[in-house]
T-cell receptor, first 114, second 106 residues
Framework: DTAVSQTPKYLVTQMGNDKSIKCEQN?????MYWYKQDSKKFLKIMFS???????INETVPNRFSPKSPDKAHLNLHINSLELGDSAVYFC?????????????FGSGTRLTVV | GIQVEQSPPDLILQEGANSTLRCNFS?????LQWFHQNPWGQLINLFY???GTKQNGRLSATTVATERYSLLYISSSQTTDSGVYFC????????FGAGTTVTVRA
């Protein structure tokens, strides 16, 4: 039973399109995150939510909009996709803000913008 | 923000060899976590280790929080250990190092 699941696993789309990535966790965690891994494998936080409230928004273009309908779900919507948005996007969760007993990551969504 | 430096950036090992990966961080942190990203891209938790030493099979980790570093030991390496090892420090969000790419040759 997957703890943090993301869909889709792969996403290929054209510049200018709008796309969404969905994330769900069944760990009962209060906090969820989106991380971006660039082509050099560097991982950087984008957003975090705690109990559906936005906690961290790291200098991310406003074309990226996270939405948390409940504390088990955190979706990422991206408008007007650009070539530079190509990356692997990871969803993660933790029991509380600040990690608690650690973070659990989803398997990633590889986004390719052509 | 907190700076996280990992060394070495790349490591090539012969199967059966032992190795040590290092993670230095620039400020006090709540916690520290080690991950392995396998060749399929999956991030796997290895250790949640704010301080002290933990062991899990052939892997062990030590964090000396007062001196702001952590070490990951791989003993008797196997080809399945190949991948990128990340250290991440937790200051209400994870800040990652650039990773150590480990290649284990048969």
């Amino acid at each position: 039973d997957t703890a943090v699941s993301q869909t889709p696993k792969y996403l290929v789309t054209q510049m200018g399109n709008d796309k969404s990535i969905k994330c769900e966790q069944n760990l009962g965690h209060d906090t969820m995150y989106w991380y971006k891994q660039d082509s050099k494998k560097f991982l950087k936080i984008m957003f975090s939510y705690n109990n559906k409230e936005l906690i961290i928004n790291e200098t991310v273009p406003n074309r990226f909009s996270p939405k948390s309908p409940d504390k088990a779900h955190l979706n990422l919507h991206i408008n007007s996709l650009e070539l530079g948005d190509s990356a692997v996007y990871f969803c993660a969760s933790s029991q509380e803000i600040g990690g608690g007993q650690g973070y659990t990551f989803g398997s990633g969504t590889r986004l390719t913008v052509v | 923000g907190i700076q996280v430096e990992q060394s070495p950036p790349d490591l090539i090992l012969q199967e059966g060899a032992n190795s040590t990966l290092r993670c230095n961080f620039s400020d006090s942190v709540n916690n520290l976590q080690w991950f392995h990203q396998n060749p399929w891209g999956q991030l796997i938790n290895l250790f949640y280790i704010p301080s002290g030493t933990k062991q899990n099979g052939r892997l062990s980790a030590t964090t000396v929080a007062t001196e702001r570093y952590s070490l990951l030991y791989i003993s008797s390496s196997q080809t399945t250990d190949s991948g990128v090892y990340f250290c991440a420090v937790d200051d209400y969000k994870l800040s990652f190092g650039a990773g150590t790419t480990v290649t284990v040759r048969a």
